[in-house]
T-cell receptor, first 113, second 115 residues
């Protein structure tokens, strides 16, 4: 089955700086990669996603890049703000076969004011 | 519109008891997923429904776990003879059609504590 690894497990950045979270996946058949943000005690919420036919996607301060050959994808947050503090999860989805998201172990991001 | 809802928000039970956790998906969503999230971990897949049928139950840890979706909307996750290791947050998600073209929207979860 699919295995998703996520690094780092914790990340602290100064407000206004950029944050980068990296994930790798094992199954080359995975074709959809969402990122979820989860605040303490709250539900995971989708913040951005990317499909395997695209190398990069951007939405305001958030961007995701995908390298299919290397089987890794990254989340980039620029101009970080205190409200960006949360746990971020990457995930991988394979269209054929298992209809499920396989999640990484999460990155706790802390923005230092 | 209303998002995915789950009840109860918290459930405390004793070892050996039976529990039911309920999920109300977004109206019109045909796909429904159950995940389990342990402290400090990402959600872990349990089961996927497409309509009324369980299309993939490969994530259910053992036969104490069972889930139904009799009318293709509300789903119930049932755990028999609960064990302390079952303590976790149980998350439900729904998507419009399933597959990789439909975003999965999560509910707030049910925190299950087995004493």
């Amino acid at each position: 089955g699919e295995n998703v690894e996520q690094h780092p497990s914790t990340l602290s950045v100064q407000e206004g700086d950029s944050a980068v979270i990296k994930c790798t996946y094992s199954d080359s058949a995975s074709n959809y990669f969402p990122w979820y943000k989860q605040e303490l005690g709250k539900r995971p919420q989708l913040i951005i996603d990317i499909r395997s036919n695209v190398g990069e996607k951007k939405d305001q301060r958030i961007a995701v890049t995908l390298n299919k050959t290397a089987k890794h994808f990254s989340l980039h947050i620029t101009e970080t703000q205190p409200e960006d503090s949360a746990v971020y999860f990457c995930a991988a989805f394979k269209k054929l076969g298992n209809e499920k998201l396989t999640f990484g172990t999460g990155t706790r991001l802390t923005i230092i004011p | 519109g209303a998002g995915v809802s789950q009840t109860p928000s918290n459930k405390v039970t004793e070892k050996g008891k039976y529990v039911e956790l309920r999920c109300d998906p977004i109206s019109g969503h045909t796909a429904l997923y159950w995940y389990r999230q342990s402290l400090g971990q990402g959600p872990e897949f349990l089961i996927y429904f497409q309509g009324t049928g369980a299309a993939d139950d490969s994530g259910l840890p053992n036969d104490r776990f069972f889930a139904v979706r009799p009318e293709g909307s509300v789903s119930t996750l049932k755990i028999q003879r609960t064990e302390r290791g079952d303590s976790a947050v149980y998350l439900c998600a729904s998507s419009l059609n399933g597959g990789d073209r439909s975003t999965q929207y999560f509910g707030p979860g049910t925190r299950l504590t087995v004493l």
